[in-house]
């Protein structure tokens, strides 16, 4: 694992090329998704069908052969061992708990004229969540994206999940189940992604697409947007760690690499006032690592983009991580309060030894849906907000109308635009 | 102008093509563009000179020479005519006064196990706000765009407005002034895209870039989303009336203008209950058209994307724009409140026969830039709200280490993630 000390000259530039990550837009990929697009738009259920037999391995003869019943998701979670049900149902009771507080709800009031201003928020009507299958099966995204979606007020919540060769995921499905799911289909790629932004014979069109998914399901989504809403489109995922060393080493070495595990591409850093607690850190890591099922890829993910950094207080890793704006950051420090006002940028800020980043992925209450690749700088987690929208409301009295008007009569006519001015004119003339 | 018939069997097949607007991504445009972007990216501010020269014929040596001061802006609003100067901090007043009801606030709450969890609001560091400059020019825009910004908290609002052939805009500059913009360049297109996106020696670079613009300008903004947010890529303009024949026909025959007057493709819709009303507007249009500077651009646009529709009730109206999902809306019936909770979907609502869309355009105080092309579906009017974001915060209790932890071992071990499982397993066996 690189190490890097922030008094050198060329710290910057280290983190720079550290941090770098180009996401590469594959224009054969783009192509090819335009093509299924395409096809899924004019003939609906038919391409679905078609693509999903070609891509998934499997023999569907209609659409009915393609969705999962209630039933199903309920049976699937009932086929559960008792640990893990119960496991599903405490997580999704914390996120739909926090989550509630996310909730944003209509104001208005009334100026010295009469008249009245306001916001008025309004549930999506209908969404579609993307869940991977295959190799990587995640449940807990299932309740991560769809439990918002459901505090939100949707109607309506359509899942997506591909079912390579008919292999159905019961904790996936059992997840569904337990988060409200109200239709969920076994189609995948960038053919479930035109289904639920057209609308197919049998799909209905949604308002929106959350969800992760391969490069495909990332193109598609992208070509989609401004049809339908989109979450953002996720990079690897990262974890810093700042240290001050009063962390038993191992507890930091294992959240390094519960973040390297997911990916070889996968980012942990950890900045510490310590040398010594550092190379504690790196004994650690080489002690705990050979246990590892997943060593090959950790080891990979340290390896290529991992780093231990030294630096001089905590006041410069703040300012360091302000910089990175990571997905997740954990303030593995003696006193986190002291350091949070000087957080500015970052997913989600876990504080205090007892707060691994793993307990926040499953079920401490927040999602686990965060900014990726700097994007903290200007992005939120995934919550009830992003499945809410506002109108503005304006209700103008006729006292209103007269003074209003003479402000917007003398500006529209500044820009040139006479009946912007005239439509005001008319109501303060009368 | 098109008369429908909601009774008629087509008529849903005639409004999804009256609706029906392709906003053709040009290949070569994004070819172009890629180009300029990466120029930019590497040369920095020569590039940017240089484009600057090229596209807006000016003769630029320096950055030095195409950065206005403070002085300069403020110069710009004391010369402008008294009645304007006041105009513009009217409605600046109202629009800030409207946006700081915005501004979210942070929150956290323990459960019973000490567990802290909550949200840290902070405003973005520094965004680019895009002016187009020309022949369109709207200070009604600067302030739209910079006071959300201001309001939130973002430190550095650099403003990019392109001044072909050196021709400055008073109003504009006077609007950056009232609306406190920190630095003002005059550069415009996709290189100020880029200038603002990657940085150059001279220009900051920022977090977001707001602001409406050509297509070159849609194409930056597009491709560099993921390294700066980005606010919605805007379609033409459109208003939705819903009368009752209450309001004179002339008010919202001039309505309707001012929507047709801003392009050739924007839409203006007409909904009514009542067909001898539809003709009196249609009257109206006819006799108040011929004296309308710009009734070259709102024929055409009436001709091509308007449409007068006859409806059975006002639920049946209320429908149809929950489908439309406008960007604005007006409720031009004698009770607007029994319609309010009807409606779902729309970035602005125009409550009353006092209510002009101009109004909402200039002074009201909601913001003017809203969802168009049916995205008020799924999204939301610009405010305060898109210049802050949030990161959650976890700190969680030895205690809750201890009930936490076991549910997230299960969920990690069941989505095969061990390192997950053993960073919160070592913290509930301390």
Redo the contacts between chains.
Sequence with gaps: MRRFDSTSNDFHAELTALLAFE?SQDPQVDLRVAAILADVKQRGDAAVIDYTNQFDGTAAQSMADLELSQEELKAAFERLPQ??A???Q??AA?VRS?HE??KMAS?S?EDEDG???G??V?A??RVGIYVPGGK?????SVLMNAIPAHVAGVQEIIMVVPTPRGERND?VLGAAYVAGVSRAFTIGGAQAVGALAFGTQTVPQV??ITGPGNAYVAAAKRAVF?I??IDM?AGPSEILVIADGTT?A??VA??L??Q???DEIAQSILLCTNAAYLAEVEASIAKLLPN???KDI?SASLANRGALILVKDLAQACEISNYIAPEHLELSVAD?DAL?PK?????????????????????????HV??T?R???????L?V?DFQ??????????A??QK?????S???H???????????E??FK?
């Design positions: 996401t640990e893990q119960a496991a599903l405490a997580a914390r926090f507080k996310q104001w009031y008249t009245l201003l916001q008025q309004t999506l009507d990587a099966t995640y449940p807990s904790m308002d929106k401004g339908v809403g489109v038993p191992d507890w294992m959240d690499f519960s390297a595990e997911h590892q099922p997943r950790i986190p949070l957080i500015r940028h970052a997913g989600a800020i876990f504080m205090g030894q007892f707060t691994s980043e793993s307990l926040g992925d499953y079920c401490a209450g927040p999602n965060l900014p690749a994007s903290a700088r200007f992005s939120s987690p919550g907000y929208k506002r109108s503005s409301i304006i209700k103008v009295s006729a209103g109308a209003l008007g003479k402000i917007a003398v500006l529209a500044g820009e040139g635009l006479t009946a912007h001015a005239n439509a005001a008319l109501r009368a």
